[in-house]
Structure formats: structure tokens, C-alpha cells
């Protein structure tokens, strides 16, 4: 076996998967302001941006090459309510964004989030009464937000929340709206994880949601089977794409779905899996760069056909 691993050369032309600036998508957090830049304490290296510096932000991603950025809002705490109507106010701060990103002639896609959670004063994705977080009253709302990015410019409209029924309910209206061309990213797989933890704080949900969790929509941690369910019915649904979430810890995930279902498999290595890496490397316990590529390429290695990571930019600009 080691005859084959001797050489550089031997070796690359050996390898059975390659990482490329195409498999990236770029999370991006954005706040209001002018001209603001706030880093974030759990997340070291990333960003919120402010909407005239995101749109700099954007254009350099689509120089390197970089084929999509998804956009999560932090949402002033004044703006939030029980049944978050700010998540579809057509003049909330993602379709600001994306019509400044669309007007700035950005040649990238533009990946929309639909869920409650960044809008809701209680943290949850979805409407809550009695304590429960409701499922067909949040389809509504969950339509009218996607509506309002697909107004707005959005490409690839990307449900988070994991109500039941959401992708058939959100295609309906997008397709009675004239958006038929507007894609869905499902977060068909999505775990109630603890590896969330960062992105709560980067988007300023961790406050509200408190010590609530997410486990009555999330799935458990525990299945695998069940994971493959999800996705078929957000295939029948009309999903363009399918996405697993998080990922290192669920690559056996990734690589099921993409097994099964053959369809676009995105992996979605989240805040906390960044966290880790970033903050081991400021110890100068793991070497940053390396420890990055070994990663993704781990999520090729599965089957993933793309990668939601906050590393987008730097190893765009490692592999150029
Ligand atoms: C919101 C949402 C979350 C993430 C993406 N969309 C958090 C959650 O479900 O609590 C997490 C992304 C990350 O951790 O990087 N529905």
C-alpha cells in the first residue's frame, strides 16, 4: 500500500476526492449600522457586518469564486415578538441585504434562511402556544417569510425550523407567486445539537430562547433511520436540495442521504464544529489550515456535494 503514498506527485494523483472553491457556500451574519463590524466572541475569525461592508464582503467571495453565501440576521431585540412578524416585513435586514447584494450585480447565489427563531421573542423557530411550538400556524407565517426574501431577490430559499409540511407549503405559494424558479435548500436533516450554541449568539436568539431547547421539532441525536424519512418527504415535497445538519458528527448522515436519494447533499459544518477547530487552533493545539482542509475534504470523502462553512473565504483563497 505504501508504494502508491511515496510521492507528492504518487499521491495526487491517487486521491479518490478533491475539495474545490465550487463546493463552498459562505454563512454570513449581517447587523444594521453603517459601516459596523462586530466580531464574535464564541466564533473567532468571523464576523457580523453591517449591510454596505457585506456587500464588499460578498463581492470579494464571488472574486474568489465562492458559488453561494447564506444570510442570517442579527435582529434588533426591539424588532422581536411572540409571533415575529418581523420575519416577514419586506423591509427587514436579510431582504435589505439581498436587494443591496442583487443591486450591487454580484454574480453569486444568494441562500435565504426561513425559520422564526432570529425575529421570535422567545428564541423558537416556530409560533408557540401553550408552551408547544405549533406546526400549521407557522407554516403560515413561514410562507409569508418566504415570500418576502423571494421578493426580495433571493435565489435558494433554505427552511431551518423543521415544522412538518413546510417545503410542499412554502412551494405552493412560491409557485402561486410567479417565484417557480426559486430553488429550496431544505434542512432536511437538521439535529437538535448542541454544536448550535455559537450561531445563537452570533444572531442574538441564545437570550431568548434560554434554557428552552428545541427537541420536539429537532431530531434526536440518536436516529439515523429517521433522518432518511425527513428526507424523502421533503423530496415529494419539491426539494431541489437536501441538507444535513451538523455535520462532522453526522457524516454518516451525509453519506446515507446521498446514497439513498442521489440528489444535491449539503453538509452544514455549524458554528460549534467551528468553534472548535478556531478555538483549538488560537491554543496552538491544532494547526488551523490543515485541520480546516482535513475537514471538508472528510465531508467530500462522504458524499456531500457542498459545505456551509464560516472557512468558505479562507479556503477558497488557500485552494486559489
Ligand atoms: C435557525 C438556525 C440555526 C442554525 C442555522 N439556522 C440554529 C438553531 O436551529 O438553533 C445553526 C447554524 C450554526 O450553528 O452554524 N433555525
Request: overall charge negative; charged content about 25%; some cysteine.
Amino acid at each position: 500500500m505504501r508504494r502508491n503514498r511515496r510521492h507528492d506527485w504518487s499521491r495526487r494523483l491517487t486521491a479518490e476526492n478533491h475539495l474545490t472553491v465550487d463546493d463552498l457556500i459562505w454563512p454570513v451574519f449581517v447587523i444594521e449600522g453603517d459601516n459596523e463590524r462586530e466580531s464574535i466572541a464564541s466564533m473567532p475569525g468571523v464576523e457580523r457586518l453591517s449591510v454596505e461592508l457585506l456587500v464588499e464582503a460578498v463581492g470579494e467571495a464571488a472574486e474568489l469564486g465562492i458559488p453561494a453565501i447564506a444570510i442570517f440576521p442579527k435582529t434588533d431585540p426591539s424588532l422581536k415578538t411572540d409571533d415575529a412578524a418581523e420575519a416577514y416585513n419586506s423591509e427587514n435586514l436579510v431582504c435589505r441585504a439581498v436587494r443591496a447584494i442583487k443591486g450591487a450585480k454580484i454574480d453569486i447565489g444568494v441562500i435565504c434562511d426561513v425559520a422564526l427563531d432570529p425575529y421570535s421573542s422567545h428564541g423558537q423557530d416556530g409560533l408557540v402556544k401553550e408552551g408547544y411550538v405549533v406546526n400549521d400556524e407557522t407554516l403560515e407565517a413561514l410562507g409569508q417569510q418566504a415570500l418576502v426574501q423571494a421578493e426580495a431577490g433571493c435565489d435558494v430559499i433554505a427552511p431551518s425550523d423543521m415544522m412538518d409540511g413546510r417545503i410542499g407549503h412554502i412551494r405552493e405559494v412560491l409557485d402561486r407567486h410567479g417565484f417557480e424558479h426559486v430553488q429550496i435548500l431544505s434542512y432536511a436533516a437538521k439535529y437538535a445539537s448542541a454544536f448550535y450554541g455559537p450561531f445563537r449568539d452570533a444572531v442574538g436568539s441564545a437570550g431568548s430562547l434560554g434554557s428552552g431547547d428545541k427537541k420536539t421539532y429537532q431530531m434526536n441525536p440518536a436516529n439515523g433511520d429517521e433522518a432518511l424519512r425527513e428526507v424523502a418527504l421533503d423530496i415529494a415535497e419539491g426539494a431541489d436540495m437536501v441538507m444535513v445538519k451538523p455535520g462532522m458528527p453526522y457524516l454518516d448522515i451525509v453519506y446515507r442521504v446521498k446514497e439513498t436519494f442521489g440528489l444535491p447533499t449539503y453538509a452544514y459544518q455549524v458554528s460549534g464544529e467551528y468553534a472548535m477547530l478556531a478555538g483549538a487552533a488560537e491554543r496552538g493545539w491544532l494547526d488551523r489550515e490543515m485541520a480546516m482542509l482535513e475537514s471538508l475534504l472528510a465531508f467530500k470523502r462522504a458524499g456531500a456535494d457542498g459545505i456551509l462553512t464560516y472557512f468558505a473565504v479562507e479556503t477558497a483563497r488557500l485552494l486559489r
